[in-house]
């Protein structure tokens, strides 16, 4: 009797926790149900690790703060975001030495609307832990040249302002499932100018990741899930100069029915961050 109050009651609890409303569920590549835990082991052996994420995601935002300051607890780490330009990397070690405050970083790098509340903790978080930071991303007034006049508009640059962008001529597959699904997704308004636009992105935040990792570290890098789905973008140039080392990605969805991944978010990346479609934003 006793044996089959105390199944009752373990049944019950299940049932209960079942009911509760999920925010957000871990998936691995295959749509199996995963521990953050298990993610957290799983990456912590990496040498690279590409954060993908819906730019108005608490959920995500969250999440990769608590990733970082774990990763930090178990290996030496070093940070990089595409939401920071090169050409700003300045005015960001700046603040990360104390030289300048948060005041004079808003007014003399060009940081996202969203900065403050989504990416603020996280370089602060740097800055308080004597972290390096990388501004990886190319500077947009850069990708606009692409999409304009595609890569050789960026052959007439002065040298100093090149140091701001890979290294050209850059490696360019326009074959990729993601930069063709680019120009599906834009329709008419698509262009091979666009699709070589994100790949400029790409390569620069690949360059500046490999530019700055030191053996023995962990670089984990903020981006936009597009740069990283389907192990490409960003991850396609980093494999390309550095095929040996041991990478791992996270992308981020949004689902109506979270406990079970639909199929087109499959094989994304190492890790799905599912989040309930109805949750807030952060703008």
Known sequence: MKKTLLLLAFTLSLLTISAQKAPYIIYNAKGKKVSYKKMLKTL?????????ELHNNPIAHWLQYELTVDLHSKRPLILGAEMIEA???????????????????????????????DYAP???????????????????????????????????????EK??????PIAYDPELP???????????????????????????????????YKEGSLFLHYNGAYHSNNYEGILWYLQLERPN?????????????????????????????????NMTTTY
């Open 87 to 117: 050409d700003n990397q300045d005015e960001l070690n700046d603040y990360l030495s104390g030289n300048i405050d948060y005041k004079a970083l808003d007014s003399t790098a060009r940081l996202w609307n969203n900065h403050k509340t």
């Open 245 to 277: 080392l041991k990478y791992g990605t996270i992308s981020t969805v949004t689902q109506e029915n979270v406990h079970k991944l639909e199929e087109e978010n499959k094989n994304l990346a190492d890790f799905i961050i599912c989040v309930d479609q």
């Open 163 to 168: 140091e701001w962008i890979a290294p050209l």
């Open 44 to 52: 912590e052996d990496k040498d690279m690790v590409l954060f993908g």
């Open 122 to 160: 996280l370089v602060d978080f740097a800055k308080d832990s004597s972290l390096v930071f990388v501004a990886s991303n190319v500077p947009r007034r850069y990708a606009s040249m692409v999409y304009k006049g595609g890569f050789e508009a960026l052959d007439s640059l002065p040298a100093q």
């Open 178 to 212: 993601g930069y063709k699904n680019i120009l599906e997704m834009m329709g008419d308004h698509g262009s091979a100018t666009l699709v070589m636009a994100q790949a400029i992105k790409d390569a620069t935040m690949a360059h500046f990741i490999l530019q700055n």
